[in-house]
């Protein structure tokens, strides 16, 4: 089954993120979603989403692609996260 990664911090674009999230599990692609700092990520307006891991805890060997939603905060961290920059 593929694998992806949705890596979220908080500030995310909500419809970005969840639309991808869902879609894929819908397809039966196994989608991860990884909290940079913390498991529940607020989306930037404000809606909270408990992510299934930390982005440091994700074993990235059998990943096929990585998707960064955006939203002007969460972009912000996303980019200046060593661990996303690395995968």
Same mark, same amino acid.
């Given at each position: 089954?593929?694998?992806?990664?949705?890596? *979220?911090?908080?500030?995310?674009?909500?419809?970005?993120?969840?639309?991808?999230?869902?879609?894929?599990?819908?397809?039966?692609?196994? %989608?991860? %979603?990884?909290?940079?700092?913390?498991?529940?990520?607020?989306?930037?307006?404000?809606?909270? %989403? %408990?992510?299934?891991? *930390?982005?440091?805890?994700?074993?990235?060997?059998? *990943?096929?692609?990585?998707? *960064?939603?955006?939203?002007?905060?969460?972009?912000?961290?996303?980019?200046?996260?060593?661990?996303?920059?690395?995968?």
């Amino acid at each position: 089954m593929p694998q992806i990664l949705v890596p *979220l911090a908080n500030g995310f674009e909500e419809i970005e993120a969840i639309s991808i999230i869902d879609i894929c599990r819908r397809g039966q692609i196994d %989608v991860i %979603v990884a909290g940079v700092g913390e498991k529940i990520i607020m989306g930037a307006r404000d809606i909270p %989403v %408990v992510t299934d891991c *930390l982005i440091d805890e994700v074993n990235t060997d059998n *990943l096929d692609m990585v998707v *960064l939603p955006g939203g002007w905060g969460g972009t912000e961290v996303l980019a200046s996260s060593t661990t996303v920059q690395s995968i």
